[in-house]
T-cell receptor, first 117, second 114 residues
């Protein structure tokens, strides 16, 4: 299957600072990327959908000014958590899809563990 | 996307088959059944998907009932490394944009015991 890489895998930051998480599709062009968040012992919750070259679509309840998403190329999407607070500590996961097959699976990154202290 | 219902947890002995059920009684005719799994602290991993015919790949088999209201994921010879949360998801199989969106339920925690 296709490979999606996230960086960093773990990050610890101070409250009030911003953190950028990268999601790269290594061997395919991702027309659409998704960002999920997962709190301990809970399922993945979709935060936003980003299409290359256009603005991201955020799920209800997700602050677009706090979670900035940029999908500038077909292989890279970034999620920036601005002015992070301890309640933003979570496991952030991206996934990527491409349009070549009508019902292809989505490929997931390995996730980023964010801890805000 | 249609909702799915899965048991919260299951146990299986190493080397035996693991059969994970999923109910999706409100599935539409154009929705596929997808299975993913998530090993602790990792991103989800695709396992298999199908529409109405049974499917098999190197990881698992997917059995879908004739009325498509339920399905079973079968891991033929479970190993300790198969311990994970297994998610059954149904979604429309159109191409492009938000139709690739996956809505995760709570899944089934499969524990493979030695």
């Amino acid at each position: 299957g296709a490979v999606v890489s996230q960086h960093p895998s773990r990050v610890i930051c101070k409250s009030g600072t911003s953190v950028k998480i990268e999601c790269r599709s290594l061997d395919f062009q991702a027309t659409t990327m998704f960002w999920y968040r997962q709190f301990p012992k809970q399922s993945l919750m979709l935060m936003a959908t980003s299409n290359e070259g256009s603005k991201a679509t955020y799920e209800q309840g997700v602050e677009k000014d706090k979670f900035l998403i940029n999908h500038a190329s077909l292989t890279l999407s970034t999620l920036t958590v601005t002015s992070a607070h301890p309640e933003d500590s979570s496991f952030y996961i991206c996934s990527a899809s491409y349009r070549e097959r009508g019902n292809t699976e989505a490929f997931f990154g390995q996730g980023t563990r964010l801890t805000v202290v | 996307d249609a909702k799915t219902t899965q048991p919260p947890s299951m146990d299986c002995a190493e080397g035996r088959a693991a059969n994970l059920p999923c109910n999706h009684s409100t599935i539409s005719g154009n929705e596929y059944v997808y299975w993913y799994r998530q090993i602790h602290s990792q991103g989800p991993q695709y396992i298999i998907h199908g529409l109405k015919n049974n499917e098999t790949n190197e990881m698992a088999s997917l059995i879908i009932t004739e009325d498509r209201k339920s399905s079973t994921l079968i891991l033929p010879h479970a190993t300790l490394r198969d311990t994970a949360v297994y998610y059954c998801i149904v979604r429309v199989a159109n191409s492009g944009g938000s139709n690739y969106k996956l809505t995760f339920g709570k899944g089934t925690l499969l524990t493979v015991n030695p």
